[in-house]
Nanobody, 124 residues
Framework: QVQLVESEGGLVQPGGSLRLSCAASGSIFSIYSMGWYRQAPGKQRELVAN???????DYADSVKGRFTISRDNAKNTVYLQMNSLKPEDTAVYYCNAEGVVLVATPRRLRGDYWGQGTQVVVSS
């Protein structure tokens, strides 16, 4: 019922920039929070950043000052601008939508959804 479609990641040199986007589609009435998680090989999935419908943001300490999350509520789209990329940012990045309320559905039945993941490699 809800699909999250992420933009392509890619190969970036250290110090470079990359912008990810994720659009949620379906019979969506509202989304509480949208964000990005990442998972590097051999590591657990971790929060990178998220943003609520009201604009409140949260960032992992490792990306503060380098990454910026933003959101277009009208388009149900979230963006992640990644600057000053480091090799340790290499991971599969997953889009997340939390607290999704569907049209004509009780709020108590809100759900969470994930994108398919997009690979980001930071290497020279």
């Amino acid at each position: 019922q809800v699909q999250l479609v992420e933009s392509e990641g890619g190969l970036v040199q250290p110090g470079g920039s990359l912008r990810l986007s994720c659009a949620a589609s379906g019979s969506i009435f509202s989304i509480y929070s949208m964000g990005w998680y990442r998972q590097a090989p051999g590591k657990q999935r971790e929060l990178v950043a998220n943003i609520t419908s009201g604009g409140t943001t949260d960032y992992a300490d490792s990306v503060k000052g380098r990454f910026t999350i933003s959101r277009d509520n009208a388009k149900n789209t979230v963006y992640l601008q990644m600057n000053s990329l480091k090799p340790e940012d290499t991971a599969v990045y997953y889009c997340n939508a939390e607290g999704v309320v569907l049209v004509a559905t009780p709020r108590r039945l809100r759900g969470d959804y994930w994108g398919q993941g997009t690979q980001v490699v930071v290497s020279s």
